[in-house]
């Protein structure tokens, strides 16, 4: 019987939300995405996160793969991933002080890139339509600002927006679609650890 109760006691220690989670407004929750990469190569399918506020020491919220999303209040978190594979951990990272809040320009949608790399950031890019263009039909070159010649860059997709997975530095991004002027995007700054978002007109 004090097994039988003990392993009540921690089921519903599992499912039940945290404090901060369980005092929101269904309104005030922000549907949040977490992509994680090791370097140029994602690794979300593998990966585990605890989220918690900064400054606390709760527990936090588990997230497992193969897709890391959750709504959450509006807020500032810690997040440590760990990246697994047949239960042996490759590679741990906490990721702090990320700021989940509601941006007008993110389409009621928050992303958040985490790399296990060094020196690794992130830019999305989200179109104003509230879609992503076919990427049959779009082109997108990426050169360090002031060069000319463009480096390979693998072009991701996500519900609404591309993403660009890139060592830390400044850009010139240029986006070609067919039928349409190319948009020019330049000294853009993509710092490490940190996902930027641009929105393209």
């Known amino acids: 019987m004090v097994v039988v109760r003990a392993s009540l006691l921690l089921l519903l220690v599992s499912v039940v939300a945290p404090a901060w989670a369980q005092t929101?407004?269904?309104a005030d929750?922000?549907?949040?995405e977490f992509r994680i990469f090791d370097g140029g190569t994602e690794v979300t399918a593998e990966t585990r996160l605890r989220i918690r506020p900064t400054g606390t020491m709760e527990p936090g919220r588990i997230l497992e793969g193969?897709?890391?999303?959750?709504?959450?209040?509006?807020?500032?978190?810690?997040?440590q991933a760990v990246h697994q594979k047949q239960e042996r951990v490759i590679n741990v990272k906490w990721a702090e002080r990320l700021v989940i809040m509601e941006y007008p320009d993110e389409g009621g949608r928050h992303l958040e890139v985490i790399n296990f790399a060094t020196g690794y950031g992130a830019l999305q890019l989200r179109w104003r339509e509230g879609r992503a263009p076919d990427p049959a039909g779009v082109a997108i070159t990426v050169a360090r600002a002031g060069e000319s010649r463009a480096q390979p860059t693998r072009v991701l997709q996500g519900l609404g927006y591309a993403l660009l997975v890139l060592p830390e530095g400044t850009y010139?991004?240029?986006i070609t679609r067919?039928?349409?002027?190319?948009t020019e995007l330049t000294g853009i700054e993509v710092p490490a650890d940190r996902t930027r978002m641009k929105l393209i007109e």
């Open 178 to 182: 067919a039928g349409n002027p190319p």
């Open 172 to 174: 010139d991004v240029r």
């Open 24 to 26: 929101a407004s269904r």
């Open 29 to 32: 929750m922000i549907r949040t």
């Open 66 to 79: 193969p897709t890391l999303s959750v709504e959450l209040p509006a807020g500032i978190y810690d997040v």
